[in-house]
């Protein structure tokens, strides 16, 4: 597994960077390892709702995990607030970093990861595939 360490600036949308990162250097598999920072605006769908929740409070990225691949993302993430609430759901584009973002990628060898529509989930899911090389 290689290693790449991204840190993310200022107004920098966490969504959108980590796909576009995924894209420019053709990653076809990888994982979130470890990923902290803070948030100045959260956009999160929580677990069985279709809409995105909004928050522009300023919060703790206390953990980031998920799938990367140039065919699209799916990442988890915890939040904490000001006064120590915790939240978290599926990362959606909005996710605003306020002072920094500091991401940890796996990049796995010999594996490519594709978003197909499952006609069960009525999501685009995860599909693995392994090369022998």
């Given at each position: 597994?290689?290693?790449?360490?991204?840190?993310?600036?200022?107004?920098?949308?966490?969504?959108?960077?980590?796909?576009?990162?995924?894209?420019?250097?053709?990653?076809?598999?990888?994982?979130?390892?470890?990923?902290?920072?803070?948030?100045?605006?959260?956009?999160?769908?929580?677990?069985?709702?279709?809409?995105?929740?909004?928050?522009?409070l300023p919060?703790?990225?206390?953990?980031?995990?998920?799938?990367?691949?140039?065919?699209?993302?799916?990442?988890?993430?915890?939040?904490?607030?000001?006064?120590?609430?915790?939240?978290?759901?599926?990362?959606?584009?909005?996710?605003?970093?306020?002072?920094?973002?500091?991401?940890?990628?796996?990049?796995?060898?010999?594996?490519?990861?594709?978003?197909?529509?499952?006609?069960?989930?009525?999501?685009?899911?995860?599909?693995?595939?392994?090369?022998?090389?």
């Open positions: 597994m290689k290693i790449d360490v991204l840190r993310l600036k200022p107004g920098a949308d966490l969504y959108h960077s980590l796909q576009d990162w995924a894209i420019e250097n053709s990653i076809e598999a990888a994982t979130v390892l470890s990923g902290v920072g803070s948030l100045k605006q959260a956009s999160l769908r929580y677990a069985s709702k279709k809409s995105v929740k909004v928050s522009e919060s703790e990225i206390l953990q980031i995990s998920g799938t990367v691949s140039k065919d699209g993302l799916h990442l988890h993430m915890t939040i904490g607030d000001d006064k120590g609430k915790v939240r978290g759901g599926h990362v959606r584009p909005g996710c605003r970093i306020r002072t920094t973002a500091e991401i940890v990628i796996g990049i796995i060898p010999n594996t490519a990861f594709e978003r197909v529509y499952d006609t069960e989930t009525g999501y685009k899911e995860l599909k693995v595939s392994k090369s022998v090389e």
